[in-house]
């Protein structure tokens, strides 16, 4: 809720945690375990095959990739039509939202996956899987129009007890197993950023930022997991996790925000964090017929303090109950069937600035509207339902087959969404793949809740279209070629004050197309050594209902080339490489400056065609080594890092720079914002 006022707090605590920098540019104008039952689900769910889900199989080769430092699901973004969100924590995967994307945690929907500093919450020692399915999804999963990212925790093993501890500058952590019964086990990992030991505030400030840090950003994240294999058909798991971050600032007249919204001077405090419950049973049979049921329970919580003593608390629960069985019917046929109740509750008390613009809109600063005080409370219910088919008559062709009813009592919609895929094998080494699906999610909160949007607005849908081949060359080589195309419609516009004379704030009127080719060529590991080289070229556009405008999308990047390397140097030393070359992101060129209607002595810069030119393109090579050795008398390990090895000066963004121009009419002057320069980093792992 009130995304944009989140994002330029936490942005800026950002900035100060990993050390951005800024340039002045001049002038705009050209500016572990598999198990059989796992094997099953795959092949009732063919469809999971054909996403680059190579790291379902091992995803060891997400943990050891360079730039990732160790977190596997940051290493999403090196994988075809991946890249980062506004803000740098979340993906956007072939030209969606970050907000169009659902994420699954043990069958059971999750919120709060990476933290507000970028990596997730899960370390490499508790994932088993992590599959992410970036167009033409199946019916089993909803609420989502752009990818849907589902994980898989591992299970406890049946071992004496174990302990791995980590520690590093950046984040340390306490990894813990152990069996408890013979038919039971348990594992519980710890971890906590520690840059804050390590670096003081007034190291990490950026006073020609405006951003005064009064303790340095920290996280801290714990999962908890339990498994009791009941008998040899019956499995029980329980789990808890939990995440968290802060950060402490004050902000002054030199950061950029402050210079065009003066009232948000002052302190500023985030802190938010995340919890949850869960309980699954699975149970299979000889006849390969599988049941899972699941209970869930999730509590977000977000508290934000800045400026004149504006606030924004909010608190979001879910309480989950998840449903599915699958059965052969017979060697050519198999059948799913299954559904999600979900109970959702947003709790907020707010006192801030109603800014009503979309993530179209670059021109936020110019939507700024009354000063509102609400403290209210929404409940609604989500639930879908549905059924998928799996025909295989002979070896070369299977075809899928489902449907999906998803409706929820806030917007009152129903929908009825086919989704179906073919697979036809050309040779042995050849397949062909084809899937459509509609999809549906539940709107944004800040357009629809009473007080700051629409409640009338309904619900953004997109229809996804994909084809594509994948070629075997042997068994370490395959090439996987894949098109796509999206239609995206009733995505919300920002109305201006003048234009909004019903006080609706937004409409459904804009609609969007994504469309590109996402290439793979993959080596699996041998003699020693596996990579990939993924490029992707795509184009993501929106159009203005109203206006009849087509623009490119904000996360629009025509090209991504990625190339990942590992190689086992010896038995005790890898070494690997990550070399991302993408386009720079789209913005808008700032063509002049006007004076800020809402504050004397302040002003506005004057925006050109939205999103019509780009920053410079993004280069970046990370390195990463680890060695495996004895200390103590114990196995251990010492891991570095280097990101941004080449210190490549990778500019996030472009602003007016507010030193340089004070008055309307004065000719526009821009600063850059720089990424992460180099950054080493050192972990060392003890193994008792």
Not at 119 to 124: G, P, Q
Not at 309 to 326: H, P, R, V, W
Not at 356 to 378: A, G, H, L, N, W
Not at 604 to 618: K, M, T, V
């Amino acid at each position: 809720m009130y995304r944009q006022l989140s994002f330029i707090a936490l942005g800026l605590c950002t900035s100060a945690y990993v050390g951005a920098d800024d340039k002045q540019s001049g002038e705009t104008s050209n500016d572990s375990e598999a198990s059989t039952l796992m094997e099953e689900t795959l092949v009732m769910h063919r469809r999971r095959d054909g996403d680059y889900n190579f790291i379902t199989e091992d995803t060891e080769k997400l943990v050891d990739t360079a730039g990732a430092l160790g977190d596997p699901l940051s290493a999403v973004f090196a994988l075809p039509g991946v890249v980062y969100g506004s803000g740098g924590q979340e993906p956007a995967v072939r030209g969606s939202s970050p907000a169009d994307n659902a994420y699954v945690v043990d069958f059971l929907p999750a919120t709060h996956i990476f933290h507000e500093f970028g990596v997730s919450v899960f370390s490499e020692f508790t994932l088993h899987s992590f599959d992410m399915y970036s167009a033409g999804f199946g019916p089993e999963y909803g609420n989502a129009t752009g990818a849907i990212f589902d994980i898989k925790l591992r299970k406890p093993r049946q071992q004496e007890l174990s302990t791995i501890i980590d520690f590093s500058m950046l984040r340390s952590g306490i990894f813990v197993e152990s069996a408890v019964t013979e038919n039971s086990a348990f594992y519980v990992n710890v971890r906590r950023s520690l840059l804050d030991v390590f670096v003081s505030a007034e190291d990490a400030s950026d006073e020609d930022e405006g951003i005064v840090l009064k303790s340095v950003p920290q996280d801290q994240d714990y999962l908890i997991k339990y498994s009791w294999d009941i008998n040899d058909y019956n499995n029980l798991s329980i789990s808890a996790n939990g995440a968290g971050d802060n950060a402490e600032a004050e902000l002054t007249e030199e950061a950029d925000f402050v210079a065009s919204n003066p009232d948000f001077a002052g302190d500023a405090k985030l802190e938010s964090g995340a919890q949850g419950q869960s309980i699954v049973w699975q149970r299979h049979d000889d006849n390969k017929r599988r049941f899972m049921l699941a209970a869930g329970n999730l509590e977000d919580e977000e508290n934000l303090r800045w400026g004149d003593d504006y606030k924004q608390d909010i608190n979001y629960s879910q309480q989950t109950l998840k449903a599915e069985f699958s059965q052969p019917i017979n060697s050519a046929l198999a059948y799913s069937i299954g559904g999600q109740y979900a109970n959702n509750t947003v709790d907020y008390n707010v006192d801030q600035i109603l800014f009503v613009c979309t993530e179209f809109d670059p021109d936020c600063d110019t939507s700024r509207r009354e000063r509102i005080t609400e403290k209210d409370s929404q409940n609604y219910i989500e639930q879908y339902y549905f059924a998928n088919a799996l025909w295989t008559p002979t070896d070369r062709f299977d075809f899928e087959l489902g449907a999906q009813y998803q409706s929820n009592d806030y917007t009152n919609e129903d929908f009825v969404h086919p989704r179906l895929s073919a697979s036809f094998a050309l040779t042995d080494s050849t397949r062909l793949n084809a899937r459509y699906g509609s999809y549906n999610r539940f709107p944004d909160l800040e357009t629809v809740l009473p007080e700051t949007g629409n409640p009338d607005l309904p619900s953004p849908t997109a229809q996804h279209y994909t084809l594509g081949v994948v070629q075997d060359f042997g068994e370490d080589w395959s090439l996987s070629v894949e098109t796509y195309y999206k239609e995206l419609e009733n995505l919300p516009l920002a109305l201006s004050e003048e234009n909004d004379s019903d006080n609706q704030r937004y409409i459904a009127d804009t609609s969007g197309k994504a469309y590109g080719v996402d290439i793979m060529l993959n080596k699996n590991l041998s003699d020693n050594w596996y990579s990939w080289v993924a490029l992707s070229m795509a184009k993501s556009e929106r159009t203005n209902g109203q206006t009849l405008t087509t623009q490119d999308y904000n996360l629009d990047t025509p090209l991504i080339f990625n190339w990942v390397m590992n190689w086992q140097a010896t038995r005790s030393l890898n070494l690997g490489w990550r070399w991302s070359v993408r386009s720079g992101e789209a913005y808008t060129p700032i063509i002049g400056v006007q004076e800020n209607p809402y504050f004397e002595d302040s002003v506005l810069p004057i925006y050109g065609e939205a999103y019509s030119d780009r920053l410079p393109n993004y280069n970046r090579l990370d390195l990463r080594m680890k060695w495996d050795f004895q200390s103590f008398g114990k196995d251990s390990a010492l891991i570095v890092d280097i990101i941004n090895a080449l210190n490549h000066d990778n500019v996030d963004e472009r602003n007016l720079d507010y030193d340089k121009v004070n008055q309307p009419g004065d000719k526009p002057v821009t600063i850059d914002t720089v990424g992460l320069g180099f950054t080493p980093a050192l972990t060392y792992r003890l193994i008792l």
